[in-house]
């Protein structure tokens, strides 16, 4: 059984720039939830997507964005970025959204904006 | 403002004594609450969970404690091991929220040989 990955590992943008991030989720879940990590900081839910539709969604502004596909892959995106969007980028996939659903992290992606 | 919090940024215990990591929340929604492990350059990992209908919970060497009326909880690790020293996070979760997490900000725990 695969777990979850995502890529780049690290990737350096600068201010203003656009960003992609992948995600590609255990066998079988149909649910991904993307968190921010600042240093020093616990995870900070972003969003969450449950078949294809964002299923709920933290306090982060519009310009953060994402997409899951029909094989459960998916993307973040972010738009105009700040020098604060610096951050360790986590998803996790689950099999459904309900409360004890275990999620499993990826590695994350660290996004440093210069 | 921070709903969960994790006041202790670090902690240092001798291999084969008990730790304890603590954790305190401030949304009365919160009923299920979850400790997750993170190594560097790997995502967190669960560890243990406990729902609001409980006060305990134990797997092996982790036990977890919530006490609902002071919206605090703990972990305790018996006995410590070198291999445990990690970051720890506390999570919770809301019944209508399925299991989008809000995290404290972790602690630091190094287990000494």
């Known amino acids: 059984e695969t777990g979850v990955t995502q890529s780049p590992t690290h990737l350096i943008k600068t201010r203003g720039q656009q960003v992609t991030l992948r995600c590609s989720s255990q066998?079988?879940?149909?649910?991904v939830s993307w968190y921010q990590q600042a240093l020093g900081q616990g995870p900070q839910f972003i969003f969450q997507y449950y078949r294809e539709e964002e299923n709920g969604r933290g306090n982060f502004p519009p310009r953060f964005s994402g997409l899951q596909f029909p094989n459960y892959s998916s993307e973040l995106n972010v738009n105009a970025l700040e020098l604060d969007d610096s951050a360790l980028y986590l998803c996790?996939?689950?099999?459904?959204?309900?409360?004890?659903?275990?999620?499993?992290f990826g590695p994350g992606t660290r996004l440093t904006v210069l | 403002d921070q709903q969960v919090k994790q006041n202790s940024p670090s902690l240092s215990v001798q291999e084969g004594r008990i730790s304890i990591l603590n954790c305190d929340y401030t949304n009365s929604m919160f009923d299920y609450f979850l400790w997750y492990k993170k190594y560097p350059a790997e995502g967190p990992t669960f560890l243990i969970s406990i729902s609001s209908i409980k006060d305990k919970n134990e797997d092996g060497r982790f036990t977890v404690f919530l006490n609902k009326s002071a919206k605090h909880l703990s972990l305790h690790i018996v006995p410590s091991q070198p291999g445990d020293s990690a970051v720890y996070f506390c999570a919770a979760s809301a019944n209508n929220a399925g299991n989008m997490l809000t995290f404290g900000g972790g602690t630091r725990l190094m287990v000494k040989p």
């Open positions: 066998s079988g879940h149909n649910t």
């Open positions: 996790a996939s689950s099999l459904e959204t309900g409360l004890n659903n275990e999620q499993f």
